[in-house]
């Protein structure tokens, strides 16, 4: 079969790994990590780095397409792999969600809501910022995620602090917002410009880290869905998209809706898609890769997953794994493990949907399932 290229190998690139080899398609991953969750599945792991010239080569030369599972990854190195064969997203867009302050311009430039924010580039911009933003959060604008890369900021002089703490790089200051609840949209772009959305989902985060994940919200109006899942295909089609791409947004009283980020690339908030609907998340890139129609996105049943988390093994006062057994005792919990050994508070180490054949046994096996892993739920 062909092969298609993989830059990243963590846990969303062993997800696609699943999705492409059951279509039969073989799967190289460029990862520096030997030990990387989608090394253990790939065909063919190229170990080396994401900007590593003979890496890249390599994986250009055996793959007909390649994408990137992980947000980070330098926008030039997809450009050079550009020059020997197909990469979607292309470098352009991955670069714009790669950067905040790219990201804030670019969606606010299509008409799309963002939450107020001032750009950040020296000491000098938080005293011309305005007092609106204030409590606010500083966010660096590249390499964040989980959280990681903020800080709550009350005051000027605690955003001087925090931005020092950061070292003085660039960064956007948010307002915080009074938030209702969270939602995202997943939506897939094929080539010729064919697209399908998600429901929208409805996300629960904990110390920034996705927790929780109702799809479809239980609190979206069909207002609210219709306009999230607009506003998600203006900006796929904004930036010419091809893949998979994931909007996330803050839901505000009134039923106002604003961008919070994008994600160029399959979502933790689209993990439910694998178990409850007609075309996973994973296999619309890979379908979009290989140049093959968009499948359905329907959703056939209620979902609700939860992400599993390190601080899972530390329930018990010492480490130890879940009970599994137990946690998959409804008959409607579907497990899926990263083959991540070490772990961490904070640290994804899988995730479960939870289905129902409605939602209210969807929520009843999350319930159990969070009781087992130590999750509050909701
Ligand atoms: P990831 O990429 O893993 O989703 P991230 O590190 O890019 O996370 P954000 O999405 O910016 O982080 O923020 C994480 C969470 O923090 C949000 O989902 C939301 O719950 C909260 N948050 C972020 N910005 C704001 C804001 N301006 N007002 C209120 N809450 C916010
Ligand atoms: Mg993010
Ligand atoms: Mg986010």
Redesign the pocket.
Known sequence: GDWLGLLGGGQLGRMFCHAAQSMGYRVAVLDPIASCPAGAVADLHIRADYDDEAGLAQLAERCRAVTTEFENVPAASLQKLAERCQVSPAAGAVAIAQDRIAEKGYIASIGVPV?PYAEIRAESDIEAAPASLFPG?L?VARL???????ARVASAAEARAAFASFGGVPCVL????P?EF?VSVVVARGFDGEVMTYPVAENV?RD???AITTAPSPRASADIARRAAAAALQVAAGLDYHGVLCV?F?VLAGDRLVV??I?PRPHNSGHYSIDACVTSQFEQQVRVLAGMPLGLSNQMVPAVMLNILGDAWFTQGGQAEPAWSELLQTGTAKLHLYGKTDARPGRKMGHVTCLGLDSEQARRSAAHAAAVLGIAFP
């Open positions: 939450a959060i966010k964040g995620y989980d959280g990681k890369g903020q948010e307002a915080m917002l938030l969270e985060h920034g880290i996705l996330e803050f919070n980020e994600a």
